[in-house]
Structure formats: structure tokens, C-alpha cells
T-cell receptor
């Protein structure tokens, strides 16, 4: 149990286009989900906290208009990278905490902007 | 604010040798500590956690970690490593246990690359 599914696993897009990444909790409800960004050989940096039915909470330095987060249901949060540029290329990971033992992570999305 | 420091960016070790991956944290409140493992191009898998109780926690694949409050540490150890243990290891801290009303954050250390050599 406690599976988080993330899709797509890899995406390549042209500079200036938008990309949507989905994060689904498969067997539990998640009122809160988290979006992380990971650069090569680096740690995970929390980008934002996604709250079901309300606005996301962004970490300092993260552009709200660049990284749009929607959490319209208890099992789905989406991250849209708008007008993507090569510097947005990264590994994006979502997570949720289904119960009181910790956090479950999606398998990640490798975004490459060319 | 909470923070996590992993003192070693890379740890090379020979197969069947013991290993310790160091983790120190800072927090002004009670903490919950985690170790995660990440294989290339994959998400994170929970290795073990300290929530409360016994300060020594173990995983099913031979890893263990000890919570030391006085030294604010949560070092990860394994007495004999395998090639398959080669991966990135992340120490993390949270002030929240999670659950349906979770609003807490998981703060990660910089990560340690464990390289097991034959």
C-alpha cells in the first residue's frame, strides 16, 4: 500500500512550451502533497506544498507563475512548468504522507528542455 | 528552522566491508528522522526511520541507524556491504509525522554516494 504514481517518467520539450507532470496517490487520499526538484548529483529541494482545494504554498525563491500547481482532488496533484527553458531541466519528484510513518515518493520525472 | 548535514559526499568502500554514512541535524523542536535510498533515475525509497522509542532502528536489508540526541546525529551503518548497496543515500528530518492532516515538510541533507567496489 501507500503508492504514489508519477507520470510521465521522462519528457523532452521545446523551449517555450509547457509541460504537465502528474502525481497520483493510488491507494490513499492525500490532502497534502509535496513537489521537489533535484539537480544532478544534488539533494532534493522542496519547491512547494500542494494543498487539496486551496492554493499551493511555495518555498522562497520558487516562481509561482513558472511552476503552477493544482491539487483538484484528494488523489491528484499536478505540476505545470510553464514556458520551459533549458535551465528548468531537472528531475522532479512528488511525495505524500499517507499515514504516520513517513513519506512516500513518486518515481520522478526527468524533464529535458531543448 | 531545521537543517540536515551529511558530512560525506562520497564514500567508496570494498564489498563486505563495514560502512558508516554520517548525518547531523539541527532543530529547535522534536524531530523525526529518516534515511532514504535513491537508485539512478528513480524516486526515493524509505530505508529506515526514527519516530520515537528505541534509538537504534534497523532496516530489513541490514542497515541500522542510531539516534543520538546529545550529538544531534543519525548515522547510518551496515556491517557488510554488497555491490547492490551502491546508490545515493539521503538523510532527512521532519517535525511532522504525516498522515491525512500533514502539513509538515521533509528537509533533506545533501546526499552521500555510496560506491561499493568488488
Amino acid at each position: 500500500g501507500a503508492v504514489v504514481s508519477q507520470h510521465p517518467s521522462r519528457v523532452i520539450c521545446k523551449s517555450g512550451t509547457s509541460v504537465k507532470i502528474e502525481c497520483r496517490s493510488l491507494d490513499f487520499q492525500a490532502t497534502t502533497m509535496f513537489w521537489y526538484r533535484q539537480f544532478p548529483k544534488q539533494s532534493l529541494m522542496l519547491m512547494a506544498t500542494s494543498n487539496e482545494g486551496s492554493k499551493a504554498t511555495y518555498e522562497q525563491g520558487v516562481e509561482k507563475d513558472k511552476f503552477l500547481i493544482n491539487h483538484a482532488s484528494l488523489t491528484l496533484s499536478t505540476l505545470t512548468v510553464t514556458s520551459a527553458h533549458p535551465e528548468d531541466s531537472s528531475f522532479y519528484i512528488c511525495s505524500a504522507a499517507p499515514r504516520t510513518y513517513g513519506y512516500t515518493f513518486g518515481s520522478g520525472t526527468r524533464l529535458t528542455v531543448v | 528552522a531545521q537543517s540536515v548535514t551529511q558530512l560525506d559526499s562520497q564514500v567508496p568502500v570494498f564489498e563486505e566491508a563495514p560502512v558508516e554514512l554520517r548525518c547531523n541535524y539541527s532543530s529547535s523542536v522534536s524531530v523525526y528522522l529518516f534515511w532514504y535510498v535513491q537508485y539512478p533515475n528513480q524516486g526515493l525509497q524509505l530505508l529506515l526511520k526514527y519516530l520515537s522509542g528505541s534509538t537504534l532502528v534497523e532496516s530489513i536489508n541490514g542497515f541500522e541507524a542510531e539516534f543520538n540526541k546529545s550529538q544531534t546525529s543519525f548515522h547510518l551503518r551496515k556491517p557488510s556491504v554488497h555491490i547492490s548497496d551502491t546508490a545515493e543515500y539521503f538523510c532527512a528530518v521532519s517535525d511532522n509525522l504525516g498522515g491525512s492532516s500533514n502539513t509538515g515538510k521533509l528537509i533533506f541533507g545533501q546526499g552521500t554516494t555510496l560506491q561499493v567496489k568488488p
